[in-house]
């Protein structure tokens, strides 16, 4: 942790010792790192302040239903008076859905994050690019504060950081990432229940998507890109939900000839969510903010309003462009 991160960490600690109303919100479709991080900030303050209002911007998938002190997340008025936002693992005010009008109204907004596209949207920004998770920055964090780290502010710290490393093996975990797990293995969580939950758990209708999206792989590029789109009606055909598309995209990335993997998902019929994934050579962000997203190298998100087709056309594009 370099010192300027140090300042500003306590000079946010020291806004949230004297705000009374204190709001967190996850972004819009949450992911482990997200989820993780909100419970376990939110905890902690729970903890110093005695109250914390986490609001529910989206529905929390399935895969994280065993988290501890996931009761705190819950609808909530925008009516009231905020001084104090606590914006994590978001890259722009937009992401964050529902949670933005609470941000807007809020006095002072603190912006936590580990993605090297945010825009420091927030009074106080905390952005530690070099993070493999917003989890680790959060586990400094809440060490900062003299909150003690127990055993379900580790459990929730723990599945941030493994599921945004990919259980510990993308190019975004450094030493550091592992010295933090080993801190919170020392704590007593319990890694295999926490294991299971994550990554042993598939249900039946997930597993009938993923061999239906298997059956439409495409490849191009002689093989160094593949392609799948899940469409609403794969959905309602295998009564799946969008979260259901978990683990589609790393499948393809785990092909051996595979360079860029893509997943294309119909929120609707005039809005396709990408997630594209590379191994190697390709910065995934820059394909992603061409269609304002962002996101990692490794890793990166947009969203594009045309009909699926069209959605497909434009990111084979783009993609084929960066092999030249
Ligand atoms: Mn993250």
Redesign the pocket.
Known sequence: MNNSLGNLMEEAIKLIKKSDNIYIASHVQP?G??IGSILALGMAIKRLKGKVNIIKVDDIPSDYHFLPGLELIREHDVGQYIDLFIAL?SSDIDRLGLGKEFASKADKIINID??VTNDNFGHINIISTSSG??GEIVYEFIKKMGVKIDKDIATCLYTAIST?TGSFIYSNTSYKTHLIVAELLKIGIDNNHINVNLYQSRSMERTKLFIDSLNRLEFFLDGKMGIITVTQEMLRDNNAKLEDTEGIVSFIRDIDSVEVACLLKEIDKNEIKVSIRSKKEIDVSKICNKFDGGGHMRAAGCTIYSEIDTAKELILEEIKMTFR
């Open positions: 992911d790192d997200n693992d580990h993605h998770a917003t945004d």
